[in-house]
């Protein structure tokens, strides 16, 4: 489980920034307060020696050091005590110093004793949807919105075994060794729907996917090929060799893809070799497959790929008549 290393970047980044942001606006309350309020600006520096209090402390010796620590923990105690009086006779709640964290069981470091916090797995698992590609569709489609009862009959049967076995997959994806699914049958039989699905609990459950459709793998992989040798920015398509899950949706339907076929191979020629995982959807039959890609890798898409067929009437139309 690693997530999205430049998520993880990015959001570690936002958290140390949400910590100095909190922070400093503590400290425009507490100059605030003690503009106004005398009392409070001789508490506050009182409050500020405690730190070199209990250092000097130490530094006394062992003798009633015991003695020492708890007399200066009694005058803090004393000071915040009095700190809170004057802050709600004031008409500040009592809690106005203090610094407002947004997440207050890891004060907005991300992680309590080293164990990733809830506040930053959740945060991760956003910035996973945008970066894999799904942040706009995953509302919309996921495995609770998945509708069988456009389904009737065997198709019924086959699509909640197909529904089944793909929330398998999600659940059970642990990385490397995964194994690969390919989706194919007629459109609107909910293929997009269950990629996107996988995609999203892949993603929830820690790990980094990319999903894209067809279209925008084979443009990506083209301008790789033609990119100059002198270009030095980011490549696009090194994500999807990298990710522990690519979902590619609507093979098939890329225009003008020839040229490109023998790196879509090597593509999927790395990731299967290197035990990644890859998803895929079709609409085009083991036959038409085989007229528009090269067999080597129509083998591999039914060799090495479990083939889950979706079968029934275009529920896209089946929508458009209600
Ligand atoms: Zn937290």
Not at 71 to 92: A, D, F, P, V
Not at 114 to 134: N, Q, T
């Amino acid at each position: 489980m690693s997530f999205n290393r430049e998520d993880y970047k990015n959001v570690k980044i936002s958290f140390d920034m949400r910590r100095e942001k909190a922070a400093l606006e503590a400290e425009e309350r507490k100059e605030q307060v003690c503009a106004k309020l005398p009392e409070m600006k001789k508490i506050c520096a009182s409050l500020e020696e405690t730190g070199p209090k209990v250092y000097y402390a130490a530094l006394e010796g062992k003798e009633d050091y015991e003695q020492r620590l708890n007399n200066i923990k009694y005058e803090t105690e004393t000071l915040l005590k009095r700190q809170r009086e004057l802050l709600l006779s004031n008409g500040y709640p009592e809690d106005y110093l203090d610094i407002k964290y947004r997440c207050p069981l890891c004060r907005d470091e991300g992680n309590i004793n080293g164990k990733m916090c809830a506040c930053m797995r959740a945060e991760l698992i956003k910035a996973g949807y945008e970066s894999a590609g799904i942040a706009g569709l995953c509302g919309k489609m996921n495995f609770d919105t998945f509708d069988l009862s456009y389904y009737t009959g065997e198709d019924r049967q086959n699509m909640e075994l197909v529904l089944q076995k793909a929330k398998e997959y999600a659940e059970s994806f642990c990385g490397v060794g995964s194994g690969s699914m390919l989706f194919f049958g007629g459109t609107g039989l909910g293929k997009t729907h269950l990629s996107v699905a996988v995609t999203k609990r892949v993603i929830e459950r820690g790990y980094y996917c990319v999903y894209t459709t067809s279209d925008k793998l084979f443009s990506d992989l083209r301008e790789e090929r033609f990119r100059s040798a002198d270009d030095t920015s980011p490549s696009k398509t090194a994500k999807y060799g990298e990710c522990e899950l690519l979902v590619v949706d609507d093979l098939g339907t890329e225009l003008n893809g020839r040229d490109i076929v023998p790196f879509l191979y090597s593509l999927l020629n790395q990731r299967i070799n290197s035990g990644a995982s890859t998803v895929i959807s079709t609409n085009l039959s083991h036959r038409e497959l085989l007229a528009v890609y090269d067999e080597r890798i129509v083998s591999r898409l039914f060799g090495e790929f479990l083939p889950y067929k979706f079968t029934g009437k275009d529920v896209r139309m089946q929508k458009l008549q209600f």
